[in-house]
């Protein structure tokens, strides 16, 4: 009996490394230079409209973030969540503004880089359906920012 | 051994003379062959002819480019400079076969396997069997970042490859503390720091290994010396560096471009510009650059790093192995446990984009305690029974092992083979086609480089002008782009989006050619005829 034990638990030392493979994975990408191209052009976020009327919809696409890492979203500061970036480190996610109240925007993304790009809710501005898919955050009520433009004189 | 056919006269008089000279001919062959050190063979020529098979056909690009063309021209690199591969490669780049980039592949495809060979020998040291060591290294040598950086022109296999060496001089010592055998350890960190910087990182394990293994012998003036002298002719490569700079070579990375295009190279026959460039500073803000919940972050990804290039199998052995060395004799236990911290560490602290290809010294070290975790556990079941159960247990783990690396050999090859990649000559050749005379072409790594091979390797366009943005500031980018758009064709990898206002970009090739708006058509601009938003980053 002790002998079967002794025996088990070599084997198990042995195989145990093979019960983490469902939680990391197996080897999926390799050394090849088309995937650190990009590696000194700066991590960037675009959004397909700058402004839109509360309720719209917003794609953001980012690009030149390390490729498979999770990043994190966030507007003004309040953190939305999480999203993936690909094997060559774009990402894209949609920004849903049903909750929330006009005003100012500053989407960041932050993971190894860190971008950013802002967006208006204008009642006057035109509302905007999804165009994309992909994960969906939903803009809370509450942390718009006033933006009041101060008159500028000159001499 | 001796090598005299076992026949006797008496028995072979009756054969044909020729057959006599056939047997006495095998008898020679199977003593030969009994002297031939097959495991070590086998430890550098089956990872060499795999890494042989999937090699890159011809220049690869980003560093490879770099190197190539450096080693090749007896050029000046950026930092950290690698002046022991830039002497090496001058004279293997003259090889007659291929093209100089194929070569240069080649080189690190042999030191590749020679890393291989080498830890077979410390393993063999630290009474590894056959089976446990045809595990651990049959898994790092198919690790995927192992062997694909074997099929390119790079520097972590040379580096891997002296790092084996310098801990195999170091077991070598600690057994028997010669002055012959410390020189060797001087030799190879010598040749280790005028290679790669990162072989710093492996220094205070080493010093901790010896003042604790032999004191006494270690500062015998003997060994001193010894030491001393291995060191610093290991050192001599560094000569390498003021001897190219003052040769004035045509392809020089240590430096700057100004605003004129005037390129200002940094002074490596002073102290202070050979420090800039060995000591890396130029990179010194990527260094120790997380903290906190960030840290921890990279952590993890390096250990799932680490988790999938032992393709999982290699976990729990190269656990169980760290600690039964440190149990078994602690001041190795304890030199490979520090080497293996500090080489990860400082790598899961950079933040740069291509760190994953920068843990192969942690991956060496990793599989070193694969094959004692391995050779443990075999041992530990030998010893607990003679019966059936234990030669079954025996035979689930020595196949298992064959299986996991026949695995990883198979799953990874997909992923790594090269052999057919001529994407960076396609690519670099495409550029200079559509150049016009004259033409001044900006770009990253993956653009430059390439073209300035095929310009100063293969002569191709000597009249195009290739400057890495690398070297120069986006200010004098702009200002150099702004001067001389109206005077000569000018070719860009990525528009810069602070000129987009003055500048149009037409794509060509891999490349964009920049002209004033005035010049050009708007339509012309990347991007506008698909009616999406303009992409200037590719």
């Not at chain 2, 890159?56 to 690698?82: H, K, Q």
């Amino acid at each position: 009996m002790k002998n079967i034990i002794r025996i088990l638990i070599a084997m198990g030392v042995f195989f145990s490394g093979v019960l983490l493979v469902p939680a990391m994975g197996l080897p999926r990408v390799g050394f090849n230079w088309q995937r650190y191209a990009g590696v000194y052009n700066p991590a960037s976020l675009e959004i397909n409209h700058p402004s839109g009327s509360p309720g719209s919809y917003f794609t953001v696409t980012g690009s030149n973030f390390s490729p498979e890492t999770t990043v994190s979203v966030s507007a003004n500061g309040f953190v939305l969540g999480e999203v993936d970036t690909t094997e060559t480190g774009d990402l894209l996610f949609l920004i849903s503004s049903t909750d929330a109240d006009a005003g100012f925007y500053m989407i960041e993304v932050i993971g190894n880089e860190a971008a950013a790009t802002q967006l208006i809710l204008d009642p006057d501005a035109p509302l905007w359906t999804a165009e994309d898919e992909g994960p969906l955050f939903s803009l809370p009520a509450g942390i718009a920012q006033q933006v009041l433009f101060m008159p500028v004189i000159v001499k | 051994m001796s090598i005299e056919p076992r026949q006797s006269t008496a028995e072979t008089t009756s054969l044909p003379a020729a057959i006599v000279a056939s047997l006495k001919g095998l008898d020679s062959i199977r003593s030969i062959a009994r002297m031939v050190d097959w495991r070590s063979l086998a430890a550098f020529f089956v990872p060499l002819a795999v890494y042989l098979r999937t090699l890159a056909p011809t220049i690869y690009n980003l560093d490879s480019a770099e190197l190539t063309t450096a080693a090749y021209t007896g050029g000046l690199m950026r930092a950290t400079g690698y002046p022991l591969y830039l002497s090496i490669g001058y004279l293997w780049s003259r090889l007659p076969l291929g093209d100089v980039g194929y070569r240069m592949n080649l080189f690190s495809a042999v030191c590749g396997a020679l890393t291989i060979l080498l830890a077979e020998r410390i393993l063999r040291h630290l009474k590894v069997g056959n089976w446990a060591t045809f595990g651990a290294l049959g898994l790092l040598a198919s690790s995927l970042f192992f062997w694909g950086l074997s099929l390119v022109a790079e520097v972590y296999t040379l580096h891997t490859a002296l790092m084996a060496g310098f801990i195999l001089a170091l077991l070598r010592w600690g057994e028997r503390p010669e002055p012959r055998r410390i020189a060797w350890v001087g030799l190879l960190a010598g040749m280790g720091l005028a290679h790669h910087a990162a072989m710093a990182l492996l220094g205070p394990a080493a010093v901790l290994f010896m003042v604790t293994s032999h004191p006494r012998q270690l500062f015998s003036p003997r060994s001193i010396l010894a030491a001393l002298a291995g060191l610093l002719l290991g050192l001599s490569f560094y000569l390498y560096l003021p001897l190219r700079f003052l040769a004035g070579p045509a392809f020089n990375y240590a430096g700057t471009y100004d605003a004129s295009l005037q390129f200002i190279p940094v002074n490596l026959t002073t102290l202070e510009g050979l420090w800039w460039l060995v000591s890396g500073q130029a990179f010194s803000g990527a260094m120790m650059a997380y903290s906190g919940l960030d840290l921890w972050r990279e952590a993890q990804a390096f250990l799932v790093q680490l988790g999938r290039a032992f393709f999982a199998i290699g976990l729990g052995p190269g656990i169980f192995g760290a600690a039964v060395l440190l149990r078994r004799n602690w001041r190795q236990g304890l030199m490979l446990g520090l080497m293996f911290a500090f080489s990860a560490g400082f790598y899961i602290n950079y933040r740069v984009m291509d760190k994953d290809t920068m843990y192969l010294p942690a991956y060496l070290i990793w599989a070193l305690w694969v094959g004692i975790g391995t050779q443990e556990l075999l041992d530990w079941m030998r010893q607990s029974t003679t019966d059936a159960k234990h030669r079954f247990a025996e035979l689930v783990i020595k196949v298992s092992m064959i299986g996991f690396v026949l695995l990883a050999v198979t799953w990874n090859w997909r992923i790594v083979d090269m052999s057919a990649d001529w994407t960076t000559r396609t690519r670099g050749e495409a550029i200079l086609a559509r150049a016009e005379t004259g033409g001044l072409v900006f770009g990253w790594w993956d653009t430059v480089p390439v073209v300035q091979y095929l310009q100063l390797v293969e002569g191709q366009r000597p009249d195009i002008k290739a400057v890495n943005r690398f070297l120069i500031s986006g200010s004098d980018l702009e200002y150099v782009i702004k001067k001389e758009v109206s005077n000569r064709p000018i070719y860009i990898d990525s528009f810069p989006k602070s000129l987009a206002t003055k500048l149009i970009a037409r794509p060509m090739g891999p490349v964009y050619r920049l002209a004033g708006r005035s010049a050009v058509q708007p339509a012309a601009t990347p991007g506008s005829n698909s009616g999406a938003p303009a992409r200037w980053q590719r």
